[in-house]
């Protein structure tokens, strides 16, 4: 069997290549008028993730929407980072697109997290990952258990505990990739409060304030999270 030798170091910079294009790609569009927020949008658990951005105009015009939507933002209104202007998934979409290694090993990760955990599944990628010169491998290994017209099966074993470690390891990637790209110049029509950030899906507002904190300047960061001062957004 050919184990492919995965190093996270590659990926990363493969990622952070791959997302200075894709926002060079995006800077030429109509849609880079007064970026106040671009987004990296995961969902680690099933390795997925989008792009999105947000801009003045976008925002205004969801303004008209508002009174249908004002229940969900309380107690926050239109205010700060839990408010309506930063609610990520009414965000504009970028279609980021996956392919290559980069996508070899969000398929590996799926495979070590979703069909391995929940589905039994051993139909995945012979990898072998490597992050700091060092070989990854889960806490214990087990036998994967399969049912067929009712009677469970083993067939072969895998890491208990990898896809988690893979996992934290691509929410590393991101943010360094984030923290590199802040430095960069993408072509953005930025805002003076311009933030560029990572999510999770379903996370607590006290979890993305976490995510944010991480790659937003902290003067922006306290504006945006400092709730006895801010004024009603408009």
């Keep these: 069997m050919i184990v492919n030798i995965i190093k996270i170091e590659d990926i990363e910079e493969l990622m ?21 927020a671009f987004v990296f949008d995961c969902d680690l658990g099933n390795f997925n993730l989008c792009l999105r951005y947000a801009n003045e105009r976008d925002y205004k015009n969801r303004l008209a929407d508002y009174d ?14 839990f408010g309506y202007k930063y609610s990520v998934g009414d965000f504009g979409r970028i279609d980021w697109k996956v392919e290559g290694e980069i996508m070899h090993f969000f398929n590996s990760g799926y495979c070590q997290v979703v069909d391995a955990v929940y589905y039994g599944n051993a139909i995945r990628p012979a990898d072998t990952f490597e992050y700091n ?20 099966y083993k067939d072969g074993v895998f890491f208990v505990g990898l896809g988690d470690k893979l996992m934290n390891i691509l929410e590393e990637i991101i943010v360094n990739c984030i923290l590199r790209l802040k430095n960069d110049d993408l072509g953005l029509d930025q805002t003076d409060d311009f933030i560029m950030f990572m999510c999770d899906h379903d996370i607590s507002n006290a979890t993305l304030a976490e995510y944010v904190k991480r790659t937003v300047d902290k003067d922006i960061f306290e504006q945006l999270t400092d709730y006895s001062s801010l004024e009603e957004i408009q």
């Design 133 to 152: 010169g060092e070989f990854l491998k889960g806490d214990t290994q087990t036998e994967l258990l399969h049912c067929y017209d009712g009677a469970f």
């Design 16 to 36: 952070y290549q791959s997302f200075k294009k894709e926002i060079a790609n995006f800077a030429k569009s109509k849609n880079n008028k007064n970026i106040y």
């Design 68 to 81: 249908k939507y004002a229940y969900m933002c309380q107690p926050y209104g239109k205010k700060g980072l």
